[in-house]
């Protein structure tokens, strides 16, 4: 009874432990866990290093959205509810500053795409590039994928 009272203690600590890491699923960038839903960054403009930069510098990116509620595979895009939405912002999490907001914008043709631009990291360093749902005023859930900008 001991033995299976230890295990079960251990592997909810594990769910937890997983759930709060957010822990991504292989070929995911960035996973909103609560969702199931799996986020893919494709640099359409990658971001380069220059010392007075200015709108023209920013870089582009492509964040598509997979539903992976049904199953491990990146082969059905997410939909958000009509209420909900997405929202990316650049974050320095050693530093405690985000950077300029970014611009997003929904793919009106392909499903779970959204385009991202006016992506400009104030500083060399680490960075996130943070995505969050929210649902009215509140979010539901938020992801984040490392980004070294040097
Ligand atoms: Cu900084």
Known sequence: MRYVLVLLM???FETAFA???GKAPEGCDMYFSQQKFCGVV???KKP???AAPTAKDAAEFDLKLWDLNQGRQLNKPAVLKADQQLVVSLYM??????SE????KKDDK???????TQVLFSMEGAWEIRGRIQQGTKTIDSAAMPFMFK
Not at 93 to 98: C, V
Not at 101 to 104: G, H, N, S, T
Not at 110 to 116: A, I
């Open 10 to 12: 251990a592997l909810s």
């Open 19 to 21: 759930k709060k890491k």
């Open 42 to 44: 494709t640099w359409t």
């Open 48 to 50: 380069v290093v220059v």
């Open 93 to 98: 999490p050693d530093m405690g500053h985000g």
């Open 101 to 104: 907001p970014v611009v997003l």
């Open 110 to 116: 392909v499903p779970g795409l959204y385009h991202v």
